[in-house]
């Protein structure tokens, strides 16, 4: 019913000609359609607890939404704030944050964001690149963190620093930030993919006091594993939709082009190839929706972090694969016009290049896995 729900409800609002109008501004989303996803959708409080005035449902229900926007390339701030922000109130936040937080997000008077990337262009605890020094009052933090999601639109900044002079996975913590805080600078980074809006975060000399910190001082790495990992999900998730949507779009203009008196798609290359993309699909749904329930089972306690870290980069490496497959296979099947403005294949093909990059593509994520087998 969510699912069906949403499909409804998006091919009502984020058709073709929304998206376009949305991707090409620098705020990224229309305002009014993110009022009508918290105000009548409710969407941005699927996973906040009950007690915060959430709706308490699980990741497999957050995942089939995603798959739902994946499919209609929607642009809004949904997964920064849900998928990042959220999940690090839910898995790093004290009481008192949470309490204060996890209401506005839930009343969807609040957006907000996770910066952890440097300007290496990593993704794990070696990406870190922002520091802090304690001060008498607190802390203070600097550096400059990119590829953040609707970094420059969000309120609420989830920021990791590290302690100076600190390693590898030691001295990382993870600090709140309103976004208008003094010595804040973002900036809009234009990238390939116009749907979904990246910036760049750069602290000069940020003061935040103590109650900021979320979690243990210098021990945050392996609650940002699990944001991370709980985030790379959520991608995976609109992979699928991505990948679903090329498939079916491509099925439809096969249908429609004519060639040697006969609709294309009767030809066996054209058949062998749709079938292909069929079956990318089917196996990333398996792949989505059994590491939402293990994403599920982790934040109840039921699964452990090796677990859940396996579950999101086999989705992930999947999905990441399976999407841009399916979209350069689309690509090829729409022929010469695939890549021209009128069609909206080329928009697919855009986020799953990017999409796929994102938090590891999928030789990165299969090496992860290696890594977590030979541990094991």
């Known amino acids: 019913m969510i699912r069906e729900t949403a499909a409804g409800f998006l091919a009502e609002v984020s058709t073709s000609e929304a998206v376009r109008k949305a991707m090409a501004t620098e705020h990224g989303f229309d305002d009014a359609l993110w009022s009508r996803i918290t105000g009548e959708m409710y969407w941005q409080s699927i996973t906040i607890p009950e007690e915060f005035g ?80 304690k001060t008498a009052a607190g802390y203070e933090l600097n550096g400059a963190l990119r590829y953040v999601p609707d970094g420059h639109t969000a309120d609420l900044l989830v920021i990791a620093a590290r302690a100076e002079g600190s390693k590898g996975q030691d001295g990382i913590s993870l600090f709140l930030i309103e976004a208008q805080s003094e010595g804040v600078a973002r900036t809009w980074l234009p990238t390939m993919d116009q749907t979904k809006k990246q910036a760049e975060i750069v602290l000069s000399n940020v003061l935040v006091s103590s109650a900021q910190r979320m979690g243990d001082e210098g021990m945050a790495w392996p609650l940002l594993a699990r944001i991370i990992a709980l985030a790379n999900i959520s991608v995976a998730a609109e992979q699928l939709g991505g990948a679903q949507q090329a498939l079916d779009s491509a099925v439809a203009y096969t249908k429609e082009r004519v060639q040697f008196g006969r609709s294309i798609a009767s030809f066996q290359a054209i058949k062998h190839k749709a079938a292909d993309m069929m079956l990318k699909c089917e196996v990333a749904q398996s792949a989505v929706y059994y590491a939402a329930c293990v994403a599920q089972e982790a934040l109840e306690g039921a699964a452990n972090d090796a677990q859940l870290f396996e579950a999101a980069s086999m989705a992930k490496t999947y999905c990441s694969d399976a999407y841009f497959f399916n979209a350069g296979s689309a690509i090829q099947l729409f022929g010469g016009v695939g890549f021209t403005w009128e069609y909206d294949i080329h928009l697919y093909f855009k986020r799953a290049k990017s999409s796929e990059t994102f938090l590891g593509n999928g030789a990165y994520h299969r090496e992860l896995i290696a890594r977590t087998l030979l541990d094991s």
């Open 54 to 133: 959430g709706l308490g449902l699980g990741y497999v229900e957050l995942a089939a939404v995603l798959e739902q926007m994946g499919k209609r390339l929607l642009c809004s701030p949904f997964f920064s704030t849900v998928c990042l922000a959220v999940n690090a109130l839910l898995i790093a936040g004290t009481d008192e944050q949470k309490a204060e937080y996890l209401p506005r997000f839930a009343e969807g008077s609040l957006t907000g964001t996770l910066a952890y990337t440097g300007r290496s262009g990593k993704w794990c605890y070696e990406s870190v690149e922002a520091t802090y020094k």
